[in-house]
């Protein structure tokens, strides 16, 4: 974390208030360098993880250029995968709840695209998509980006990992050459500097390191066949009880035999995959983040972008091929000064792809002894939260407050019983405290939010 204040940058009054509001006092190492080039319009090219605060560098400095008047598409973020759009649109209305009337559309597939025109009918001034869905609406005619003023690319290398060079430079041939171009990355490979090259002009270079520090890490592996695989992941969950775990496996498949191979133990755990319809994938993601499920089987769709304030535990269920994709995956927890635990499980096969990740990190890492056999009768905690579904969202203009103003006019229920809120288009998500959680339910499901009733589900 810098030592900068955000209130020595020249911001408005209101968006200083919202920062203050937000938390954000102090600005974390990549804002503190970033910040004062972004505000005067300058191209950045930046080595930022995720975790390091890159995307309330670049919501800053997008939304002073913004004119809320002008109900045109003004900026412009490119993200590799729905979850990293999904995260940063989040971040960025909450940067800009000092603004008034700002449109924000996220564009992604895996969805219909029918309900995306009809949005985008309306108008937006930011844009959060993916490339292969921005592309299908630039054909279509119905986004046009004639009036933008920033571009993001947000983890760009991902983005080439996954083959969108060419949607990129078709996307930005189709912006105004008097622009500014935001290129954030992990990693600088050639193909970024070509990009850079020729889109980018006279950018300062910016190189951080990410938020987590390796240290905080403590980084361990056990030895394990691959027959006995699932035992010994469900007696480290035993041994180690975390309240939040994230176990990436290389395959879908591994996520789902893993998530069934679990539940004779009580150990439930969501699946996340890129087979999984969008609406899934929101809720998976909802239940693990505010807390109503500990556990997440993910392959590496969710390695960037999963953005979990607290995860004590990753386990490596596989072992990865690419030594970098360890370092993003451990990177998920030991963040903003937390310590944290990794663990890899490895079979007599993997002792490459071992050597090659410890020959990358500044640690050795230490051989975790034999666990004992996991015991079908020792039954886990339970998550601490329950989370309700609502069958509304922006759409019906329902806000956060709106669910937390329903829910604590029962006296029975403490507004310190309600964890996160989370609103999306058609559907809203309210935490809440285990305990209470029948309660909470029979109580919207009884009553009305804003004037109406709205159908309301345990999920």
């Not at 102090?26 to 804002?31: A, F, H, K, S």
């Not at 300058?42 to 919501?59: H, M, N, P, V």
């Not at 729905?82 to 009337?101: F, G």
């Amino acid at each position: 974390m810098s030592s900068a204040p955000f209130s020595q940058l020249p911001l408005p009054p209101r968006a200083l208030e919202n920062l203050t509001q937000m938390g954000y006092t102090q600005m974390t190492e990549i804002q503190a360098q970033s910040l004062p080039a972004l505000l005067s319009g300058r191209d950045l090219i930046a080595q930022a993880k995720t975790g390091s605060g890159k995307t309330a560098a670049f919501g800053i400095g997008l939304l002073t250029r913004l004119n809320p008047k002008l109900f045109a598409v003004q900026s412009l973020i490119l993200c590799p995968t729905r979850e990293l759009a999904t995260q940063v649109a989040s971040e960025l209305r909450r940067l800009a709840r000092y603004l008034d009337n700002i449109k924000i559309l996220t564009l992604c597939g895996g969805q219909p695209i029918g309900p995306q025109i009809g949005s985008l009918e309306h108008g937006a001034h930011i844009l959060v998509a993916t490339p292969g869905r921005l592309c299908d609406h630039l054909r279509k005619g119905t986004v046009e980006l004639n009036q933008l003023n920033t571009l993001v690319l947000d983890e760009a290398d991902r983005m080439l990992d996954m083959g969108f060079e060419a949607d990129i430079r078709s996307i930005i041939g189709q912006t105004p050459e008097k622009r500014q171009t935001l290129l954030f990355s992990a990693t600088y490979p050639e193909q970024i500097e070509a990009i850079s090259a020729a889109y980018q002009f006279d950018p300062l270079r910016i190189e951080v390191e990410s938020q987590h520090d390796e240290a905080s890490i403590e980084q361990l592996y056990c030895e394990c066949s691959a027959e006995h695989k699932a035992d010994t992941l469900a007696a480290l969950l035993q041994t180690y009880q975390p309240e939040a775990a994230v176990i990436f496996c290389n395959t879908k498949q591994m996520c789902i035999d893993l998530a069934q191979a679990l539940r004779p133990y009580s150990l439930s755990a969501l699946a996340l995959h890129g087979d999984l319809e969008q609406r899934d994938r929101d809720q998976v993601l909802v239940r693990f983040s505010n807390g109503s499920c500990r556990y997440l089987l993910a392959t590496d769709v969710a390695a960037r972008g999963l953005d979990i304030e607290s995860v004590e535990l990753v386990i490596n269920a596989d072992v990865p091929q690419d030594p970098a994709v360890y370092t993003h995956r451990i990177g998920r927890t030991g963040r903003a000064g937390r310590s944290g635990r990794a663990i890899t499980l490895c079979t007599p096969r993997d002792g490459q792809r071992l050597a090659r990740i410890e020959a990358l990190q500044t640690q050795t890492l230490t051989r975790l002894e034999p666990t004992p056999e996991p015991d079908p009768s020792r039954q886990p905690p339970p998550a601490t939260m329950v989370t309700l579904c609502i069958a509304g969202g922006r759409k019906e203009k329902l806000r956060p407050g709106d669910l937390l103003g329903a829910l604590t006019r029962n006296t029975e229920i403490d507004g310190s019983m309600i964890g996160k809120i989370q609103v999306g288009d058609h559907h809203a998500y309210v935490a809440v405290a285990r305990p209470l959680a029948a309660t909470a339910l029979e109580h919207l499901r009884s009553g009305k939010i804003k004037g109406r009733q709205f159908k309301v589900r345990r999920i």
